[in-house]
């Protein structure tokens, strides 16, 4: 299904990104506190700032929406 949509700014001004991180491609400090875990789940602004790390996807989602924020995921 192919339909356009023109977003306006205030749309994609809220949009962030969850993504899976892989613990041992985080400093070594923070793997420490992360005993027993393999993956985090990163939410990116839409500049590519990392605004959080949390234990699972779901988790990530929520939190974006908690602060009116629109997840997107990204693989």
Not at 39 to 58: F, P, Q, S
Request: no cysteine; proline share 5%; hydrophobic share 45%.
């Amino acid at each position: 299904m192919n339909m356009k949509h023109d977003f306006a700014p205030e749309e994609m001004g809220n949009t962030v990104y969850v993504r899976p991180v892989a613990v041992d491609t985080l400093p070594q400090e923070v793997q420490q506190q992360l005993v027993g875990l393999e993956t985090l789940y990163a939410v990116h602004g839409a500049d590519g700032e990392r605004l959080a790390l949390v234990r699972d996807r779901g988790l990530a989602f929520v939190l974006a929406r908690q602060n009116d924020l629109a997840p997107v995921s990204v693989h």
